[in-house]
C-alpha cells in the first residue's frame, strides 16, 4: 500500500460516519477491556466477591448508574469488568479457530491431492452442524469455565477459515508468480507462508472483524444456556440471564448488559463493512454474519 | 426445471455420508474426548452399580471401532438413550417436541422473508437516500442483538407491562378442553384450521406472534442485507436496462424479474442462517416456555442431563443437513444456470 | 429534395460518476437523422458513440448523468419526459434498442420467450396467451431462427451468441417501431455470424422502413452498412456526412487515419496500421481539440481552443481548426 492508497483509505473512511462509528465503538471497547479493572467505581462488586445486603436491587440512580443486582453489586461496574472478559473470550476464540484453521486450509489447498481432500472432507463434516450446537455439545462435555467456552467455540469456528483458506489458496495456487517461485527452488513451506498466504487473506480479516463480535454473542448465549462461563465471572450474557428471574421487578439487571452487547456487536460488524469497503468491495456475497 | 434424477440421487448420497460424519464427530465428542464417559452418561448422582453398567452399555471397555459400530448401531435402531431427567426415551421425547419447534421457526421465516425482502429492495431502489440510511442501521443493529435478551424485554413489555400477549405456552389448556380440541399434525395452527376451531387458531395466534416475532430478527436483518446488496447488483446488469429499454414498465422489470433474480440466492443464504435460527429458537422457547426442542435441551442442560443434550445435538445436526439439501434442491428449480 | 428529420440531438454533455471521478463521456454530440436512413455513429472505444446511443432511449446505467443537451424525436422532448411518458410511447414502440453482448440483455433466469411475450403485450396490449405466442413465434421467424418453438422455450445459457442477438432484434421489433439503434450488435460475435446479422438488419430495414442509427468502432462495417456517417473520438464529433462523402473525401485528420488503418485484401499489407497514442484523460476538461496530442497537423490553437464547424458540402460537416469557415 503506497502512500496515495493509504491517504485515500483514511479519506473513505472520514467520509463514511458508519465506518467512524465502528472504528470509535471497537477502540472503546478494547480500551475499556483493558483497563476495566482499574477504572471500575466498586472493584469487588465488579469481580463478584462482595455482597452488600444494604443496597440490593437498587434502581437505577446517581451512585448505582445501572443499579445493583440481588447481591448489592454494582452493576456498572460489572457490566464495564464484563468488557474485559468478552474481550478475552473473542480475542481467543478468534485467535484458536483462526490458526487451525488457517493451518488446515493451508495445507489442504496447497498439498491437494488426497491429503486435501481427506482434510477438507473432515472440514465439511464440521461443517454439516449448525454452528452454536456444536459448541454446545463441546461445552456440554467440558463443562463450565472460561477456557472452555473459549475452546468449544474455537473448535466449531475453524472450519469455516480452513474453507476460506483453501478456496483462497486453489485459486492463487496456479498463478504465475508462485510458480516462479517453485523454480527457483523455495521450500514449500516457504511458499506457503511468504506467497499464498498473503494473498489469500483479504476474506478472512474481514471475516475475523465479524468473528470477534459473533465469539461475544455466541458465549452470551452459551452463558445463558448455563455452560458457559461459571459465576460470578461478570460475562455479559451470564449476567442477563441472572437477571432473568427479576426482570419484573429488576428489569436493569437484564437490561444494561444486553445493550452493551448490541453496542459492541454493532461496532465489530461496522468493522468489517469498513474492511470489506477498503479491501474488495466484491467479496460481500461471500461474508458470513453470525448471530444469536 | 425439472430436476434430473440422477442429481437428486447424488445429493441423496452427499446427505447420507455428511449424516455419518456427523454421528462420527459426535462419537469423538461424547466417547473419544472425555476421560470417563460413562459419568457423563449417568449423571451426577449415580451409584457405583449404575455407572459399572453404563461402562457395560456403552462398551467403553472394548477397542474404539467396536464402540463405534455399537454406537452407529444404536442411533439406526432408534435407541438413542434414556434421559435421566424425564426417565424416558430420548428419540422419541425429541420426536414429541419437534413440530412445536418447527411450526415456530416456519413462523418466524415466514415473517423474515416478507419483511426482509421488500424492505431490502426499497432500500436498494433507494439508494443513498434517509430510508437507506435507516434500514441499514436497522439490520446492522438487529443483526448485533441477542435473541434471548430481546425476547426478555419484549416479553417484559408486551406480556408485563402491556398485558397485551400471553407470555408462555403455545395454547391455553382451558381452551383445548372446553373445545374439544385435538392436535393431529401437531402443528396447531394447521390442526385449529383444519377442524375449524377459530378459538384455539387465534389463541394460538396470540401466542406465535412475539416469540416468533423475535426470532425472526436474525434471519430478517440477514434478508435485507443480502436483498439490499443483490439487488444493487441486479440493477446494475444489463439485461434489467434491457427490458426497461424496449419498453417494459419499470415496476414490472422489479418485481416480476429482478425479484426473481434476487430470491434465489437470498433463499440460498437464508439456509446457512437457518442453522443460527435453531439455535436462537432454542433460547426463545425457554423464555416463553414453548414446548419445543430448544425446551427440552435447555432444561436438559439445567440438568446435566447428558444423553439428552447429545439427543437433541444429533438430531437437530441430521435436520439440519437434510434442510440445507432440500434448499439446494429448491435453488436448483429456481435458477437453471445450477448445473444438475 | 427535403427529408423529414425524425431524430435531432444538439449540443449533448453526458457524465459518468464513478469512484474514480467523474467521466466525461460525452462533450457537445450534435447530428440529425432523417426518416429511413440508417446513420452509423464510428469511434474508438471510450469515443463516447454508445453513451450517445442509450442515451436516446434513456437507458444509460444508473450511474450517468445528462448534464446538457437536447434530444428531440419526432417534435419530442425525450429528456423532458417522465419514466412512465417514455416507456410508454417512446421505449419499444417508436424507437428501440439492441444491445452489444447478446447473452447479457437476456435475464439468465427467464426464457426468451418470457421477456418476448413481455414485451408484445405491454405494447401491443394483446391479453390472450395464444395471440401473443403466435405474434412471438412470427418475429422469430423474421429473423431467420430456426426452430422458432425451441427457442421460445429455452434460457440465454442454451442459446449461442448469434441466435440470441436474432433473438433480441425480434424483440426490439415487436412493436413495430420507427428507429432502431443498434449498439455495436455485432462485436461480440464472430466474423461469419457478423456478416449474417449484418445482412439481417439491412433486410430488415427494407422491410419496415426503419430508420437505423448503427453503432460501431470498424468503419469498413459501416460502409457496408449505412448512408451516412457520423465520427466520434474522446466524446466530440469530429465529421458527419454521407458514407460516400467520407470514405471518398475524408476531411478531418482523424477520419482519415482511421480509413488508412482498414486492412485492405488489394494492397500489399507489410504491417498494420494504427494510430500512435491513445485517448485522453476523459475526467479532465479539455480545452482544446481532444485529438490534438496525436493529430499530424496540430496547430497551437487546437491545444487551446475547441474546434469550430466547418460545412464542407451538403450535409458534410467537419470540426477542425485545419479549415475556416
Known amino acids: 500500500m503506497n502512500l496515495e492508497e493509504i491517504s485515500s483509505t483514511f479519506k473513505l473512511i472520514r467520509s463514511n460516519p458508519l465506518s467512524i462509528a465502528g472504528i470509535v465503538i471497537v477502540a472503546t471497547f478494547v480500551i475499556v477491556g483493558l483497563i476495566s479493572p482499574y477504572i471500575v467505581p466498586y472493584p469487588a462488586d465488579a469481580w463478584g466477591y462482595s455482597y452488600n445486603l444494604e443496597t440490593r436491587l437498587v434502581p437505577p440512580s446517581p451512585k448505582h448508574i445501572f443499579g445493583t443486582d440481588e447481591m448489592g453489586r454494582d452493576l456498572f461496574s460489572r457490566v464495564v469488568l464484563g468488557a474485559r472478559f468478552s474481550l478475552i473470550i473473542a480475542i481467543g476464540v478468534v485467535s484458536i479457530a483462526l490458526a487451525i484453521g488457517i493451518v488446515v486450509g493451508l495445507v489442504a489447498g496447497y498439498m491437494g491431492g488426497s491429503v486435501g481432500m481427506i482434510l477438507m472432507r473432515i472440514t465439511d463434516m464440521f461443517l454439516a452442524f449448525p454452528p452454536l450446537l456444536l459448541a454446545i455439545a463441546f461445552a456440554a462435555t467440558l463443562g463450565r469455565g472460561l477456557i472452555n467456552v473459549i475452546i468449544s467455540l474455537a473448535l466449531s469456528w475453524w472450519p469455516w477459515y480452513a474453507r476460506l483458506i483453501y478456496i483462497q489458496v486453489n485459486s492463487v495456487k496456479n498463478l504465475l508468480f508462485v510458480d516462479a517461485a517453485r523454480i527457483i527452488g523455495l521450500s514449500t513451506t516457504k511458499i506457503m507462508f511468504r506467497h499464498i498466504l498473503p494473498n489469500s487473506l483479504t476474506p478472512v480479516v474481514i471475516q475475523a472483524a465479524l468473528d470477534m463480535g459473533s465469539a461475544i454473542l455466541e458465549a452470551a448465549g452459551l452463558s445463558f444456556l448455563g455452560i458457559g462461563v461459571p459465576p460470578p465471572i461478570p460475562e455479559w450474557g451470564l449476567l442477563i440471564s441472572q437477571g432473568w428471574a427479576l426482570i419484573n421487578t429488576a428489569w436493569w439487571i437484564s437490561l444494561f448488559p444486553g445493550i452493551a452487547i448490541v453496542i459492541t456487536v454493532v461496532g465489530f460488524n461496522l468493522l468489517a463493512d469498513t474492511f470489506q469497503e477498503i479491501m474488495d468491495p466484491r467479496l460481500r456475497s461471500t461474508m458470513v454474519m453470525r448471530g444469536i | ?340 | 429534395m427535403a427529408e423529414e428529420t425524425i431524430l435531432s440531438v444538439s449540443d449533448l454533455h453526458i457524465d459518468y460518476y464513478t469512484p474514480e471521478g467523474v467521466i466525461r463521456a460525452v462533450r457537445g454530440a450534435s447530428l440529425k437523422l432523417c426518416k429511413g436512413e440508417s446513420l452509423c455513429i464510428v469511434g474508438e472505444s471510450g469515443s463516447g458513440k454508445s453513451t450517445v446511443g442509450l442515451a436516446i432511449v434513456r437507458a444509460l446505467p444508473p450511474n450517468a448523468v445528462v448534464a446538457k443537451g437536447e434530444i428531440v424525436y419526432c417534435g419530442i422532448d425525450i429528456l423532458r419526459l417522465s419514466e412512465e411518458e417514455m416507456s410508454k410511447r417512446i421505449r419499444g414502440k417508436e424507437i428501440s434498442i439492441v444491445f452489444q453482448d447478446p447473452v447479457a440483455i437476456f435475464n439468465p433466469l427467464f426464457t426468451v420467450g418470457d421477456v418476448l411475450s413481455d414485451v408484445i403485450s405491454t405494447h401491443l396490449g394483446i391479453r390472450d396467451r395464444k395471440k401473443v405466442y403466435e405474434h412471438g413465434i412470427r418475429m422469430l421467424k423474421l429473423v431467420e431462427l430456426p426452430d422458432p418453438e425451441r427457442i421460445m422455450n429455452s434460457y440465454p445459457h442454451e442459446l449461442s451468441g448469434g441466435m440470441l442477438q436474432r433473438a433480441a432484434i425480434a424483440v426490439a421489433l415487436s412493436a413495430n417501431p420507427k428507429l432502431l439503434i443498434a449498439d455495436e450488435p455485432t462485436t461480440m460475435l464472430d466474423v461469419t455470424i457478423q456478416a449474417q446479422i449484418l445482412d439481417l438488419l439491412k433486410r430488415l430495414r427494407k422491410e419496415f422502413s426503419l430508420s437505423m442509427i448503427f453503432i460501431t468502432h470498424n468503419l469498413g462495417v459501416a460502409a457496408e452498412v449505412c448512408d451516412r456517417v457520423v465520427v466520434m473520438y474522446a466524446g466530440t464529433l469530429f465529421e458527419e456526412g454521407s458514407t460516400e462523402d467520407i470514405l471518398a473525401n475524408p476531411i478531418h485528420p482523424y477520419t482519415r487515419k482511421l480509413i488508412e488503418c482498414i486492412p485492405r485484401a488489394s494492397r500489399k499489407v507489410l504491417r498494420l496500421k494504427s494510430i500512435p497514442g491513445s485517448l485522453p484523460d476523459l475526467r479532465t476538461h479539455l480545452p482544446g481539440c481532444p485529438f490534438a496530442p496525436r493529430c499530424d497537423y496540430a496547430m497551437d490553437i487546437c491545444r487551446s481552443s475547441p474546434p469550430p464547424v466547418y460545412e464542407a458540402g451538403y450535409r458534410h460537416r467537419v470540426l477542425c481548426h485545419l479549415y475556416k469557415k
Not at chain 2, 434471548?148 to 397485551?164: M, R
Open chain 2, 1 to 340: 426445471m425439472p430436476i434430473s434424477r440422477e442429481y437428486i440421487i447424488k445429493r441423496t448420497v452427499s446427505l447420507v455420508f455428511v449424516v455419518l460424519g456427523v454421528i462420527v464427530i459426535t462419537f469423538i465428542i461424547t466417547r473419544v474426548i472425555p476421560s470417563r464417559p460413562e459419568l457423563l452418561w449417568t449423571g451426577p448422582h449415580a451409584t457405583i452399580e449404575q455407572i459399572e453398567r453404563a461402562r457395560r452399555e456403552l462398551h467403553l471397555d472394548k477397542p474404539i471401532y467396536i464402540q463405534l459400530w455399537y454406537y452407529l448401531t444404536d442411533l439406526f435402531m432408534g435407541n438413542w438413550g434414556v434421559s435421566w431427567r424425564t426417565k424416558m426415551p430420548v428419540l422419541p421425547s425429541i420426536l414429541g417436541a419437534l413440530p412445536a419447534t418447527i411450526e415456530l421457526v416456519v413462523v418466524a421465516f415466514v415473517i423474515a422473508i416478507a419483511a426482509g425482502v421488500p424492505i431490502g429492495m426499497s432500500a436498494a431502489i433507494r439508494r443513498g437516500t434517509g430510508v437507506d440510511g435507516a434500514v441499514r442501521v436497522f439490520s446492522v443493529v438487529g443483526a448485533s442483538t441477542p435473541v434471548f435478551w430481546l425476547a426478555l424485554l419484549l416479553q417484559l413489555v408486551f406480556c408485563s407491562w402491556l398485558g397485551l400477549l400471553p407470555a408462555a405456552k403455545r395454547v391455553d389448556e382451558y381452551l383445548v378442553l372446553s373445545t374439544g380440541f385435538r392436535p393431529v399434525t401437531g402443528f396447531y395452527l394447521i390442526d385449529s384450521l383444519i377442524q375449524g376451531n377459530i378459538p384455539i387458531f387465534i389463541d394460538v395466534v396470540r401466542r406465535i406472534l412475539l416469540p416468533a416475532t423475535v426470532l425472526s430478527l436474525y434471519p430478517m436483518c440477514l434478508s435485507i442485507r443480502m436483498t439490499r446488496a443483490l439487488t444493487l447488483e441486479v440493477l446494475n446488469e444489463l439485461h434489467v436496462r434491457s427490458s426497461i429499454a424496449w419498453g417494459i414498465p419499470r415496476t414490472r422489470v422489479l418485481y416480476r424479474y429482478v425479484l426473481r433474480n434476487v430470491l434465489a440466492p437470498v433463499i440460498a443464504s437464508l439456509g446457512l442462517s437457518f442453522g443460527y435460527t435453531i439455535v436462537g429458537a432454542f433460547m426463545v422457547e425457554i423464555i416463553f416456555v414453548w414446548p419445543g426442542i430448544g425446551y427440552y435441551i435447555a432444561m436438559s442442560l439445567l440438568s446435566y442431563d447428558y444423553p439428552a443434550v447429545i439427543g437433541c445435538v444429533i438430531f437437530v445436526a441430521i435436520l439440519y443437513s437434510i434442510i440445507n439439501t432440500a434448499v439446494d434442491l429448491v435453488h436448483a428449480t429456481i435458477d437453471p444456470r445450477v448445473k444438475l
